[in-house]
Structures are given as C-alpha cells and as structure tokens.
C-alpha cells in the first residue's frame, strides 16, 4: 500500500513539475532530444511549449528543423512562417525557409528571405552566401559577386565566397579575376579550385609584349 501510494505521488509531483514548465523550458528540452536525433521526443516537447505559449516563436522555429529532417518540406515551410509571424525579426527564421525555397528553386522567394535575414543580421555570412548562389541561377552575376565580396569583406579567409566568386566571374567572362579567385581558394585550402584553374585558366589572357 505505502509503495503504491509513493508511486502515485511521484506520478502526480512530476505531472505537477511538467504543467509548471515554460514554453521555453519545453522548447530547451526538445533542442536537447534534436540534438540527440531523438526527433520524435523533440516534437512533443516543441508541441507542448507551443500549447503553454502559442506565440513562442523559437518551438515553431524548431519544429521546423525536425520536419526538416524527415524531409517534411511543406510542414517545415509553415513552422518557419509561423515563426516569422510570431516574431518579425527572426532572421534564423528567414534563412531557413530561404533554404527551403530554394531547394524548391523558387529562387526569387529565397532572395527575399535570405535579403530579410541580412537586413536583420548584416553579419550573417550564410544568408550572404545562400543568396548569392540563388542569384546565380538567375544569371544576376554582379549581384552574385556583390554579394561574395560582401563576406570577403567581413571573413577575408571564406574558402567557400572566393570559390563561388572565382566561378561567377568565369562565367561572367572576367577570366583573369576569376582565375585569381579561384587561386585564393586554392591557398586557403580548397583543393578542387586548382582542377577549375587547370580547366579554365591554362590558356593566354594576356596581351602585349613581354605576357602582360
């Protein structure tokens, strides 16, 4: 009898404990389960912070991110505009439905989204990237190399931005540019730049007496 009394007030204490938590504290649970790919734990918990607090923009955020993973495309879009919704300066929010827009090459709606995030975190070197890289697959080569030069310019030693920026410039017919970039890349580390550079770059560029 006294041990099924002490499991029934142990059942009610944590139950108590579990209705006195935050949307926060749910939300901070679920992060630790996504961490742990324990995705299934991860969604109860962002549901159980989005029921204490509707308007808790980081769970709907973060469900998003397992949806993701299971390759729920639409369901992670709607989290991420709900979060938006919740709170209109989430750039993270926007980066991420940026990405989903463009895997989905909706490319204009991803620039919207990564320009959103910029202009709410004019340091986020990703959103730079990402939205360059839309801009490419819309031939909008200086727009695409303004934005490369933008992350040189704040991570002088971004491999990714002198690669991609080597190539916009190949492509845009700025030869002797883009072969340099590509050699910057290739001097930071980035060992497939010099196979571009044999390809594209091993040809005369130059005029006048003397090669230059």
């Not at 940026?98 to 910029?118: N, V």
């Not at 990402?130 to 971004?158: F, V």
């Amino acid at each position: 009898m006294l041990k099924y009394t002490l499991a029934s007030l142990i059942l009610v204490t944590s139950t108590m404990a579990a209705f006195s938590q935050t949307a926060k504290e749910y939300t901070e649970q679920g992060k630790a389960m996504y961490e742990k790919r324990e995705y299934m734990q991860a969604i109860i918990n962002y549901n159980m912070a989005i029921d204490k607090d509707a308007n808790y923009s980081q769970a709907y955020y973060m469900r998003g991110k397992v949806k993701q993973e299971f390759d729920d495309i639409h369901g992670a879009m709607k989290d991420f505009s709900t979060a938006i919704e919740k709170n209109k300066k989430f750039d993270e929010a926007y980066f991420a439905r940026g990405i989903i827009k463009f895997e989905l090459q909706d490319y204009y709606g991803a620039i919207a989204d990564f320009t959103s995030s910029i202009e709410i975190n004019p340091n986020h070197l990703d959103a730079y990237y990402k939205r360059g890289q839309a801009k490419h697959q819309l031939d909008a080569y200086q727009d695409a190399i303004s934005d490369c030069t933008q992350i040189i310019e704040l991570n002088p030693k971004s491999i990714d931005a002198y690669y991609l920026r080597g190539i916009l410039r190949l492509e845009f017919g700025q030869l002797k540019e883009g072969c340099l970039d590509l050699s910057k890349a290739g001097e930071l580390g980035d060992v497939k730049a010099y196979d571009l550079i044999r390809e594209k770059c091993n040809q005369r560029v130059f005029s006048g007496e003397g090669g230059y």
